[in-house]
């Protein structure tokens, strides 16, 4: 991309989040499109990457300090700044300067340099996305017969959908049986008399909102749609796996961004219950961990 065109109001690349954008990195990297792109390209894309905003893809430049957690010198994470520029994978959203901003208590503070993620209309294109908008502000609203195509066998080559015939097999090991009785976080109904009450208010704030039968059946659509991509998900109910799904449909995401976000999840091993299991990673979101959520469950014992 010519210098003219690494602006955020003049590029021809769209706006992107993290993961989708450090996957299109890997992609543009890979296909040398650039004769300078290479590993420590991905060293600094991935720095970037962790620190980006996680909804607007933003991210502070930071050349000493990412010099520093590369292991590189601060002229190497020019050159490879430059490269992704040059990619299209990045804008400048703002320019830096040396102005002092005499911010108080301090002696001197310069504008910082902010950079936003992009993706170049050459990876969509690749990959068979259809995109509505044009620049900075379009967005993938679907995909070509030739990219679902794609996605579907890209998601069995990294899950292993059709290497694993153990999937739904009973455990050969022996394991005590579930306990029938009563759960013992369940309180028992006070029968002697006392007053034991609460109130309705009380007792519905926690539920989530309703949602509408056209929304269900629209989040079924789409767990039907991203059911194939993933391999662990395939012996799990659309239902299930709709209800599971709807915090990643909430954002906004489309099937092939879920997708994504469901193998980047669990990589690597297959969770026996998937809707279950998707439930809990995403209620611990929060917790730190590059970008996103753990990639396995917790264990007991400390590593």
Known sequence: MPRLLQELDATASRSARPRAWLR??????????????????LVVARDLAGRMDYRLGFVLYDLEGTAARCGVSVATVKRHVRVLR????????????????????????????????????VYDATMGHRLEGAGYGARVCGVTD????????????????????????RSSGGRAPHSSGPHHDVRRADVSGKLNYTSRRRATSGRPA????LQVARDIATARQVRPLVGWTQHEGLRRLAYALRPLIDRGLDAR???????????????????????????????????????????????
């Open 86 to 121: 040059e990619l299209g994978a990045l804008v400048w959203r703002r320019h830096g300067t040396k102005r002092n901003l005499r911010l108080p208590g301090r002696r001197y503070a310069g504008t910082a340099t902010v950079y936003a993620a992009t993706i170049p209309a």
């Open 210 to 213: 309703r949602r509408s039968p």
């Open 24 to 41: 299109a990195v890997m992609w543009l990297v890979e296909a040398g499109l650039h004769r300078r792109a290479g590993a420590t390209t």
């Open 257 to 303: 961004d879920i997708a994504a976000e469901l193998c980047g999840l669990a990589a690597g091993w297959r969770p026996v219950r998937p809707a279950a299991w998707i439930t809990a990673a995403l209620a611990r979101e929060g917790e730190p961990w590059g970008m996103g959520v753990r990639t396995r469950p917790r264990r007991s014992a400390a590593p």
């Open 146 to 169: 030739a990219g679902r195509d794609r996605a579907v066998e890209a998601g069995r080559a990294r899950t292993g959908a059709l290497d694993n015939p153990a999937v739904g097999k």
